[in-house]
C-alpha cells in the first residue's frame, strides 16, 4: 500500500502554495483585520486556478476532485492565514448545491456553518448553508439577514444568520458528511497554521539574541518548540488518514475526522502558547505577525466541534 499523496496533489499544493504566498501575505491579513476585508486578489486567482470549484463535477465547470485532492490546499490556506470561507466555500458548498457551476467558477461566494451559531463570512456571503430540522438549507442573498458580531479574529468576519427562504439541499445524511468535511478541513487549515506559528518562531529565535547568542540556543526554548512540533507531527497523519477515508467510504470515517481535528485543535493551541512564549509574550502585540495566526489558530480550534467534542465523539463510537 501506498501511504503518500501524489505527484498530481503534491503539485497542486505547491501551485496553490506559490499563489498565496504572493496574493496573500501577512500584509493582507492584517488588512482585513483593520477593515478592509477579505482577499479580492487571492479568491479570485484560486477561482481562476480552479481550487473553489475542485470538489464540483466537471459538467459544472468544476475538477471532479475529492476531500483527499483538497486537504493539502486546505493546509495552505491555513498556513497563509486566509481571510476568506475556504473550507465552507470549496469543501462544503460546492460538493452539495445542486448547481454549482456559479460557486466553481468564484462567481458567487459561500459559506456554511453546521451546529453552530456563528458563520464565518456570513455578511459578505452570497450563499449561505445551514443545518434546519436535519437537513441542509441553503439561503441566497437577500432571502437572510446577517448581524455581524465581534470575534477573537477580526479577520475571520462572524455573523448571526436568519433566513426567509431557503431551499432544501440535502437529508439528514449530506448533513452529517457536510460536517465532516467543514471538521476535516478545518483540521487541515489549524495544521497550517501551526506550521505558520513555527515558522515565524524560529525564524525569531535564530534572530533575537540575548547575552550575546540566539535565544534559540538556550535549552528551554528547544524545548517549547519541540512540544510544538511533536503535537504537530502527531496531528497531521490523523488528519491526512481523515481525508482518505472520506474520499474511499470508510465506516469509520466520521471518527477518522474526529481524531484529526481534535488532534489538530490540540496542536494549534499547544503551539500558540509556545511561540507566544518564545517570543516573550510579544506575540500579543497586533505589529508582530504571530498575533494574526494565533487568533486565527484560538478560531478555528473551536470551530466544526473543539476539541472536547471530538474526542468525546470518538469515545462514544469506542464504547
Known sequence: ?????????????????????NECPPAVVRAAWEGAGRAPGA??????????????PESAGGLGLSVLDLVLLAEEAGYAALPEPFVEHAM???????????????????????????VPFG??????????????????????TARPIDGVDASRRLATVTFDEAEIVGDAGALAAAFDRGAL???????????????????????????????????????????????????????????????TGDPDAAVHVSMGKSLASDAAELTSTKTLQAHGAMG???????????????AW????????WHRARVGRAVL
Open 284 to 298: 500579543y502585540s497586533f505589529e508582530y505577525d504571530l498575533h494574526l495566526f494565533m487568533k486565527r489558530a484560538w
Open 185 to 247: 478541513g478545518t483540521a487541515a487549515q489549524l495544521i497550517g497554521v501551526t506550521r505558520r506559528m513555527l515558522d515565524l518562531t524560529v525564524d525569531y529565535v535564530k534572530d533575537r539574541e540575548q547575552f550575546g547568542v540566539p535565544i534559540g540556543s538556550f535549552q528551554a526554548v528547544k524545548h517549547h518548540l519541540a512540544d510544538a512540533r511533536i503535537a504537530l507531527e502527531f496531528a497531521r497523519p490523523l488528519v491526512y488518514r481523515a481525508a482518505w477515508s472520506l474520499a
Open 123 to 144: 455578511a459578505d456571503a452570497d450563499l449561505v448553508l445551514l443545518d434546519d430540522d436535519d437537513a441542509v438549507v441553503c439561503t441566497a442573498r437577500g432571502g437572510f
Open 43 to 56: 479568491w479570485s486567482a484560486l477561482a481562476e486556478m480552479g481550487v473553489l470549484g475542485a470538489m464540483a
Open 92 to 118: 462544503v458548498a460546492v460538493p452539495v448545491l445542486p448547481d454549482p457551476a456559479a460557486a466553481a467558477a468564484g462567481e458567487v461566494t459561500a459559506t456554511a456553518a453546521i451546529g453552530a451559531p456563528f
Open 301 to 308: 480550534a473551536g470551530s466544526w466541534g473543539d476539541a472536547p
Open 1 to 21: 500500500m501506498r501511504f503518500a499523496f501524489t505527484e498530481d496533489q503534491l503539485a497542486f499544493r505547491d501551485a496553490v502554495r506559490d499563489l498565496l504566498a
